[in-house]
């Protein structure tokens, strides 16, 4: 198992306190500068590893970071803590986005990002709890993580705790008829502690969801099973922000989280290879230089 680092999870502790005096807006500009940062070390992870999901990757960075260092109650240093929020990945295969988060957050030294993808290093393709501080569960194949975030809700909500559970979903992974069956059960629980996060770029290994299996109108999917939905621009802090107010309905909360794959580098938006595909060397440095 990997440990924290210390004088990261200082900065953490730190950013988390100056954070919370300031506006919505002015705490955007920092997370901002984070996802920018998480973006960068992603291109160098995936270039090293010579593996990965760049492209979603990218799309769910803003989500991700605006989670772990503007919202979530947690602790860098006690990554057990009884109290302390829950965060699920449910899109597994996005693992270095969530590394390189964590990293960022102090929950283990950033020179391990490095080894992304090594042989027998703790930061394997998918998430591995038992490995990597700040895991919540192992995730990868699709259609897991969400009933296991659902799990989580409800025994938070039969003890009597106060800690939440966010869990966030590849869009591609709702044709898993076992997230409707965990968003059923949320809803027919009350789960008011429970946040869903659809990445939402529209696009799946090979081609576009709505080609792949039709998913809209989503969001009329999510009310219809009891949800309270919302709607946004999953690049923008403020909004992300905003969605993960509690529950104002006493219902689960539904965010259906507008992104782009590959967001951040022009030549890897909205494109479909760059769902696996790994940059050349002179990919990498206009990528770079695209992240400033």
């Not at 090293?48 to 260092?69: E, N, Q, R, Y």
């Not at 909004?239 to 022009?266: D, F, W, Y």
């Amino acid at each position: 198992m990997l440990v924290a680092d210390p004088p990261l999870a200082a900065e953490y502790r730190e950013l988390r306190s100056r954070l919370a005096g300031l506006s919505d807006q002015e705490k955007a500009v920092e997370l901002r500068t984070i996802s920018l940062a998480v973006r960068r070390s992603i291109v160098e992870m995936i270039s090293t590893a010579k593996l990965g999901h760049i492209g979603g990757d990218f799309s769910v960075t803003d989500i991700m970071v605006t989670c772990f260092a503007g919202v979530l109650n947690l602790d860098p240093a006690r990554p057990h803590w009884p109290d302390r929020d829950r965060f699920v990945l449910s899109k597994g295969h996005c693992a270095a986005a969530l590394y390189s988060t964590l990293a960022y957050c102090g929950f283990f030294p950033r020179a391990e990002l490095a080894t992304f993808m090594a042989p027998l290093s703790a930061l394997n393709g998918h998430p591995n709890r038992v490995k990597v501080p700040g895991v919540e569960t192992n995730s990868g194949p699709l259609g897991h993580g969400f009933p296991v975030a659902t799990g989580a809700a409800l025994a938070a909500k039969l003890d009597g705790r106060s800690w939440r559970t966010v869990v966030v979903l590849g869009d591609g992974e709702m044709q898993e008829g076992s997230n409707w069956e965990a968003a059923m059960t949320a809803s027919h629980y009350e789960l008011a502690n429970l946040t869903a996060i659809v990445d939402r770029n529209r696009l799946q290994q090979g081609a576009r969801t709505e080609d792949t299996k039709a998913l809209e109108p989503l969001g009329d999917k999510w009310t219809s099973f009891g949800w309270e939905l919302r709607d946004i621009d999953g690049h923008d802090h403020v909004a992300i922000l905003q969605a993960l107010e509690p529950s104002t309905s006493g219902r689960p909360v539904a965010i259906v989280a507008n992104t782009i794959k590959g967001k951040g580098v022009s030549f890897m938006e909205d494109r479909v290879e760059w769902h696996h595909k790994v940059p050349s060397a002179e990919q990498v440095r206009l990528a770079l230089e695209e992240l400033v």
